[in-house]
């Protein structure tokens, strides 16, 4: 977004509006905007009502500039502050999912769209959200149910990506014995390839990207190895053109995560070298080419350079993001035979956690972190 998006000179017209915020969630400062406006995944968006504060409209994922366009266009707070209506409706389900109440969004959401008009402009924005909220809260049969319906609905949007994905996703996590399991997996499936297919849709490459790894996880699913490593490739091989596409450093850098995913699905690690060395020269300050260096080296199982990478990232790194660093790094210890540091390197990671501010705190990763230190004992 911050690469492709936000430099569209086409956006300019809205300067006047907004007062635009960019918050570093991982700063100790950010730790009470981050209680209040929980941030369930990343990138995620907020129009905040100044009057009282509250988000008004919150988007979690990409978005490509005629989006963006239409979610800033015309006023976001007025349905808000709207009595009664379905705007008013959706503005309270918004509110909710803001707040990041997601059950409580998903059933108010559900009762929107249940009264929606065929033409409702808001449409789209609402089922992905919908589609997000449901599958934050382990509710996989609706969410498969409201992304197939949907689907036709959205055919040629840019949210058919989204539907195809989440719905896949649900699909995915339906239980093995559910009579549907497998037609609904190989439904969304085929939705997913023709979003894939469908070069005129105008979605990010990052989105098209995220359609491969759900994919993946059907191919792996499957106990597919060979459609695997052939999507695999074909994921790497879209990826390194749109690397070459880049306009800026800053755009090209945008796709080193994913290619280094991409690589270690291929079991070519090394692969990512090159491309994560050329982004440590580039980005100096930043902390996550060297992290991204310490799992390629890892999984060539090089751990001098693997443990000098993560040294590096770490130097770098503050906040939560740095939990990730530790998690890897113990496990580049224990691969490499190193018990004791491995287990060191835990107890500083819980240490750390233990010290960040509420709002901040990952109680999750702290309790993964005391379960691997209990398998050393």
């Known amino acids: 977004m911050k690469a492709f998006v936000f430099t569209d000179p086409s956006l300019a017209r809205h300067a006047g509006r907004f007062v635009w915020l960019e918050i570093d969630t991982e700063k100790a400062k950010n730790a009470g905007f981050r209680r209040a406006h929980p941030v369930q995944a990343l990138p995620t968006f907020f129009i905040v009502d100044p009057l009282d504060e509250q988000v008004a409209v919150r988007w979690v994922g990409g978005m ?7 979610l800033v266009s015309g006023d976001p707070l007025a349905a808000k502050r ?11 389900a918004d509110s909710l999912y803001g707040a990041g109440e997601n059950a409580g969004a998903a059933t108010a959401y559900e009762a929107v769209l249940a009264e929606a008009p065929a033409a409702w402009p808001p449409y ?9 909220a449901l599958s934050e809260t382990e509710s996989a049969e609706k ?24 719905g896949l996703d649900c699909a995915l996590s339906l239980p093995a014995t559910h009579p549907e399991r497998a037609k609904r997996v190989a439904q969304f499936e085929q939705a997913c390839r023709e979003v894939l297919a469908d ?23 499957a106990g597919d190895s060979i459609g695997n490593h052939a999507l695999a490739s074909e994921w790497a091989a879209f990826l390194e053109r749109e690397a070459r596409r880049a306009r800026t450093r800053e755009q090209r ?19 990512a070298i090159a491309m994560l060395e050329q982004s440590q020269r580039e ?43 530790y998690d890897a790094r113990a496990d580049i210890h224990a691969q490499a035979g190193d018990s004791t540091a ?30 691997k230190l209990a398998g050393y004992r």
């Open 64 to 70: 490509n500039v005629a989006q963006l366009d239409r």
């Open 82 to 92: 709207r009595g009664s209506g379905i705007d008013a409706r959706l503005a309270h």
């Open 124 to 132: 789209a924005r609402t089922v992905e959200a919908l589609l997000f």
């Open 143 to 166: 969410c498969v149910a409201i992304a197939s319906a949907a689907l036709p609905r959205l055919k040629g949007l840019p949210a058919s990506g989204s539907a195809a994905a989440y």
């Open 199 to 221: 070069t005129m849709l105008a979605i990010a490459a990052d989105d098209r990207s995220g359609l491969y790894i759900s994919l993946l996880a059907a191919r792996s699913d």
């Open 253 to 271: 850098v945008v796709f080193d995560p994913h290619r280094l995913s991409a690589y270690l699905e291929l079991g070519e690690p090394e692969r």
């Open 283 to 325: 980005f100096p300050d930043d902390y996550n080419p060297p992290a991204r260096l310490a799992l390629a080296y890892r999984a060539m199982k090089r751990w001098p350079e693997a443990l000098a990478a993560s040294d590096a990232a770490m130097a770098r790194a503050y906040g939560p993001r740095k939990l990730r660093i």
């Open 342 to 371: 491995a287990k060191l390197t835990l107890e500083q990671a819980i240490q750390y956690g233990e010290g960040l501010p509420a709002g901040q705190r990952s109680e999750a990763m702290i309790a993964s972190f005391r379960k």
